[in-house]
């Protein structure tokens, strides 16, 4: 994939989650980058000691994982922050790797088995009730659980129908795009704060604003911060490896010793 063509990738994704996220376009990427973001959730919630019992994304984008009590405030504060830092983390990584990838097939193959990972682990047939306040804020019910499960099993197969048949280009593209969306989620944080774009009435920024009585802008905003530090990282890492190679690095290039 040519630098412009990595670039022109970027700047459409950029463009498009601030302009189109909303169109049905984009609707199964919001989805999986939806189920990315309750992963990171799930993931620190299992790192700090607490039991994950559900994770579930909703036909309204929205998303809900469900955990035992911690008891202790900076391990509250590091789930609810896992959603936006896991995201962002996941989308850098996916950028690292694109740098190195030859066709994009094993790392598009790697997203179906992290998918298959988060059904078999977390998401059950009947999730617990959120009960009607919660369900009218976040937009989840209990057949989310089904709804979780059905959209893993299309977007599974059809990630692997194009690492498995799809030209290079599209393998290729389909893995940045993804990555850069994965970073820019806490863009919608921040949208869905001036009052645009938001279609659930809570966030984790208001959940961290209750935890720490810092604004939830505060919150949206330093996960922007990390959201864009950490697609830089992963773009400068497929840059610095192209400038490698094309100097001649002995990093990256070699020959047969005579014997």
């Known amino acids: 994939m040519s630098t412009r063509a990595l670039l ?6 950029a463009a498009a989650s601030v302009f189109l996220w909303q169109t049905v376009w984009l609707y199964p990427f919001r989805l999986l980058v ?3 973001h309750e992963s990171g959730h799930a993931l620190a919630a299992w790192a700090v000691g607490s039991h994950v019992s559900s994770v579930t994304i909703s036909p309204a984008t929205g998303g809900l994982t469900y955990h035992s009590l911690t008891g202790s405030l900076w391990k509250e504060l590091l789930i609810a922050s896992g959603g936006y830092v896991g995201s962002s983390l996941a989308g850098a990584l996916l950028l690292m790797a ?10 598009l193959w790697g997203l179906v088995v992290w998918m298959v990972g988060v059904a078999v682990l977390w998401v059950p047939l009947l999730p617990p009730d959120p009960g009607q306040a ?10 989310d659980g089904l709804f979780t499960l059905g959209f893993i099993a299309g977007m599974g197969a059809l ?11 599209m393998r290729r593209g389909l893995v940045v795009w993804i990555a850069a969306l994965s970073c820019l989620l806490a863009l919608q944080d921040i949208k869905g704060l001036f009052g645009y774009g938001l279609e659930v009435g809570v966030s984790d920024a208001h959940a961290m604003a209750q935890l720490t009585y810092l604004p939830a802008p505060f919150w949206a905003a330093v996960w922007m911060v990390v959201s864009l530090g950490a697609m830089w990282l992963g773009l400068r890492s497929i840059l610095r490896r192209r400038k490698l190679a094309a100097s001649g690095s002995p990093m990256m290039m070699g020959r047969l010793s005579p014997r």
Request: some cysteine; overall charge positive; proline content about 2%.
């Open 8 to 13: 022109a990738c970027l700047v459409l994704a």
């Open 98 to 107: 694109a740098g190195r990838m030859r066709s994009g097939r094993a790392l």
């Open 159 to 169: 990630l692997g129908v194009v690492a498995w048949k799809g030209p290079v280009w």
């Open 34 to 36: 939806t189920l990315m």
């Open 134 to 143: 919660h369900a009218l804020a976040t937009g989840s019910s209990q057949s």
